[in-house]
């Protein structure tokens, strides 16, 4: 039996998770070192540099709408409505999530700004799958 799309994209954006989670513990701990990063991290932190900031920023944005792709994914899945512009949709959200991160971690701006509305369409051509609109 073949996955939807949707599951694939599903499976993809716990890898790019990861991805982000290594981007930003690599950031700090090149900040920080290595003995902060095995330490127990008690008590006040430092303000982080650029990179460090702008990759816990990222990951962060990142945990905002991988949520509601988890959540969408697994309606859609259970529903039996997979596909269509719901697997579209998770598509769209997922090649935008790939090119969002190192626009972040860069400091594009505007472009940044679209690429993340754009992964929010993705999200709502899922929920209008889901709902029976299309």
Do not use: C
């Amino acid at each position: 039996m073949m996955l939807a799309t949707e599951m694939i994209v599903l499976s993809a954006s716990v890898v790019l998770l990861l991805i982000h989670i290594q981007i930003q513990g690599g950031a700090v701990t090149r900040e920080r070192g290595k003995a902060w990063n095995l330490s127990s991290r008690d008590g006040l932190q430092p303000p982080l540099g650029k990179t460090a900031a702008r990759a816990q920023r990222a990951l962060d944005n990142y945990k905002e709408t991988w949520p509601a792709l988890i959540a969408l994914t697994l309606a859609l899945e259970t529903t039996g409505r997979a596909g269509g512009i719901g697997a579209a949709g998770a598509v769209v959200w997922l090649v935008a999530r790939v090119i969002y991160l190192p626009l972040y971690l860069k400091g594009v701006e505007r472009w940044r700004t679209g690429v993340f509305v754009l992964s929010l369409a993705g999200i709502v051509a899922m929920l209008v799958r889901l709902i029976g609109l299309f």
